[in-house]
């Protein structure tokens, strides 16, 4: 059996470990366009601003050691272009432009996302960057580097956009944030998130919400955004982190179908509508187990996760379906943490489904031992059958362990009477006898 993989990093690389240890025998041959396979995308701004010292700390694996290791024939700097589903073909082109063939008889698109580069006048000016890979990563440093970069606009206030205003900061720059929306963190309701906006405002981040970018004018080492209010900010280096779409290219141009989301539509076994061709990652779409309907959703872990599932439904002894995610994520935010999981009340207000909402606002840890710091929980339930639809937190510490639990009761489909039966560990430096999370679930009870 012969296992073609696109895409070597988190979902790629996993499928192919995975597929490995299942099957002793299979020719698994890893493509990968860049030079780099399974590193530690999520580690790339804490690296730009210099947490992680060391460049190599990045890959988790080279490509020489992960082949030799698994015994995979890993081809890195290989661009996939195209598949030929009718010959079971896929054709390669090499940095150095040789192009070939290789036959497979079954595919894995692992392709990631790409980032969205809006059409403004101005966009493509040296030193006006997007962050996706090691390749920009390296391209940031060194343009930090080399230039005198005083000033630093980040545009889009989500996870990637705030960890790197963080990040830019702790180099000595001066970083002014622009959203269109009204607030930072779109998983999070505004009320949430405007704690977030009052640290950063204390952290001294410039902060320009509901604002657009028309326009980015660069004069000598000066870059100008000018935005839709009038008004005209400078910099020496712009940061675009507005999103990304699903990398649907290969497949779009082989005829597999894709969903509303405008993600790779793939089946529960991670199956896209042809049977030989298999896709995971930010690449696809999926039902979101709480709205039933498709969606995209970016984060490592499930990439992870359905890189396992689907190398088990590739060999094809064991199926295994996948479930869904419901996006629980977190960020560091300076001395903040922020983290969500499952339907914010702006969301379901979208969606028309009712709800209710509690905020809670207990101390991480008992009051009566130091440094113990507020925290604020949110969840959001059905207003009837009690069930959970979601939960955001926000705080100083302790944030992670309230959202992962709560992850856990929703996506097993739990309600209100689950938090008040969560068993946390409590000893006074870590919680209290009552916890945030049960202490949310006796409120909205
Ligand atoms: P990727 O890991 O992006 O891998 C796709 C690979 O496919 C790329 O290397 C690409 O070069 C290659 N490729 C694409 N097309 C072709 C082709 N035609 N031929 C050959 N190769 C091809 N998620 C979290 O959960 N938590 C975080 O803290 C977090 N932080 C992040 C920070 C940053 C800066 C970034 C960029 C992402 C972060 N993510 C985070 C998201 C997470 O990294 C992704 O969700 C995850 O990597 C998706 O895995 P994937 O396999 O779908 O795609």
């Not at 890993?74 to 090499?94: A, F, M, P």
């Not at 000595?172 to 009052?198: R, W």
């Not at 629980?328 to 969500?340: C, H, N």
């Amino acid at each position: 059996m012969r296992y073609v993989i696109v895409g070597g990093v988190a979902g790629g690389a996993t499928a192919a470990a995975r597929l490995r240890r299942i099957d002793e025998k299979a020719e698994i041959i890893l493509f990968e366009k860049g030079q780099n396979i399974s590193y530690a995308n999520c580690g790339l701004p804490y690296y730009i601003g210099g947490v992680i010292k060391e460049r190599e700390n990045l890959f988790v694996q080279t490509p020489e050691k992960f082949g030799r290791l698994l015994n995979l024939d890993v081809r890195v700097q290989s661009e996939v272009l195209s598949i030929d589903r009718s010959d079971k073909q896929i054709r390669v082109r090499e940095a150095n432009g040789r192009e070939y063939s290789e036959h497979y008889d079954k595919l894995l698109l692992s392709p990631g996302a790409l980032p969205f580069v809006p059409p403004l006048p101005g966009v493509d000016s040296p030193g006006v960057f997007t962050l996706r890979n090691v390749e920009d990563t390296d391209a940031i440093k060194s343009y930090l580097d080399t230039h005198k970069v005083k000033r630093a606009i980040v545009v889009g206030g989500g996870f990637i956009g705030l960890e790197m205003a963080e990040n830019l900061h702790a180099r000595g720059i001066a970083v002014n944030v622009i959203e269109m929306a009204p607030q930072v963190m779109a998983p999070v309701d505004f009320s949430m998130a405007t704690i977030v906006h009052a640290h950063l405002q204390e952290k001294g981040i410039g902060l320009y919400l509901g604002k657009a970018v028309k326009s980015i004018e660069k004069r000598g080492e000066v870059l100008t955004a000018s935005l839709d209010s009038g008004e005209k900010i400078e910099a020496e280096l712009i940061l675009l982190s507005i999103g990304v779409r699903p990398n649907t290219k290969l497949a779009a141009d082989a005829q597999l179908a894709i969903g509303p989301a405008r993600g790779i539509r793939v089946n529960e076994y991670l199956q896209t509508s042809d049977p030989d061709i298999y896709a995971i990652g930010d690449a696809i779409e999926y039902p979101h187990p709480l709205t039933g309907k498709p969606w995209t959703n970016f984060l490592a872990g499930p990439a992870n996760r359905q890189g396992r599932i689907v190398a088990d439904n590739m060999h094809g002894q064991t199926l295994r379906s996948y479930e869904g995610a419901i996006g629980t994520a977190i960020a560091k935010i300076f001395d903040l943490t922020v983290a969500a999981t499952g339907l914010p009340a702006k969301a379901l207000k979208r969606e028309g489904l009712p709800y209710e909402s509690v905020t809670v606002q207990p101390n991480s840890h008992a009051g009566y031992y130091p440094n113990a710091y507020p925290l604020t929980l949110k969840i959001t339930f059905h207003p009837e059958s009690g069930m959970l639809y979601g939960a955001q937190c926000v705080g100083i510490e302790g944030v992670d362990k309230r959202i992962d639990s709560i992850a856990q009761i929703i996506k097993r489909k739990g309600g209100i009477a689950d938090l008040m039966q969560t068993e946390q560990a409590y000893a006074p430096p870590f919680s209290s006898a009552k916890d945030p999370v049960a202490l949310a679930g006796y409120v909205a009870d």
